[in-house]
């Protein structure tokens, strides 16, 4: 399933929900990337502390990837997402 985002708070739920969709507890996913489970918590409570390198292993790990594409300007629903700089 696709998700889109456009804030890095979405990111969050998306962690937790494609982990679990894995069958996969914190720790079984903290012990596959070599980190701690309480770092993999810190990502889905507050995915703003993620860099990409961590992203995109942690995707890997879930056997997902990210896509980036142009908005589709002629989706109502999309608000312009502003980062908290």
Known sequence: MKQILSLSKQLGPLLQSARKSAGL???ELA????????????????PG????EQLLALLAAL????????KNSAS????IA???W
Request: aromatic share 0%; charged share 25%; hydrophobic share 30%.
């Open 25 to 27: 507890s914190q720790t």
């Open 31 to 46: 012990q596959r990337l070599g980190i701690s489970q309480s770092r993999i918590s810190a990502m889905e409570l507050d």
């Open 49 to 52: 502390s993620i860099n990409v």
């Open 63 to 70: 056997n997902h990837e990210v896509l980036v594409q142009p």
């Open 76 to 79: 109502p629903e999309r608000g």
């Open 82 to 84: 502003r980062p908290d």
